[in-house]
């Protein structure tokens, strides 16, 4: 019902751009009330979004952002801290200490791996 007005208006704004941003818009929309739906059946659902909302929130300010055209040093510069704040807030409210310290752990080993691996051969004689 507002898809089609919504959609009218942004693609005449925003051109293409806009087409976009009508249907991620229309998306969040049926998104969230699947949600509401989900947390109504099953309330322990309420805390797991509870957690996921901050980085959603990063994510639509990114998209709301990048809707007007500008350059493409300032499109590089939003999608850059877009993606920068979107993976800080997903570490810090999306993931549990023990999901935190195993990504620390495996980034550690593949850095000592690559770094293993970088080493010169030692010639004998």
Known sequence: MIYIPLLLVFLHWFGVN????????????D??????????LYQWLAQVVRH???TAAIGLGTM???????GHLTSC?????G??????????HGLAESERAY????VVRAWITGRQSMRWPRSAG
């Open 18 to 29: 806009g087409a976009a941003f009508a249907w991620a818009s229309r998306s969040i929309m």
């Open 31 to 40: 998104c969230v009330v699947r949600i509401a739906l989900g947390i109504r």
């Open 52 to 54: 996921l909302v901050p």
């Open 64 to 70: 709301l952002l990048a809707l007007p055209q500008t």
């Open 77 to 81: 510069l939003i999608g850059a801290a």
């Open 83 to 92: 993606l920068i704040g979107f993976y800080m807030v997903l570490w810090m």
């Open 103 to 106: 990504a620390r752990n495996a």
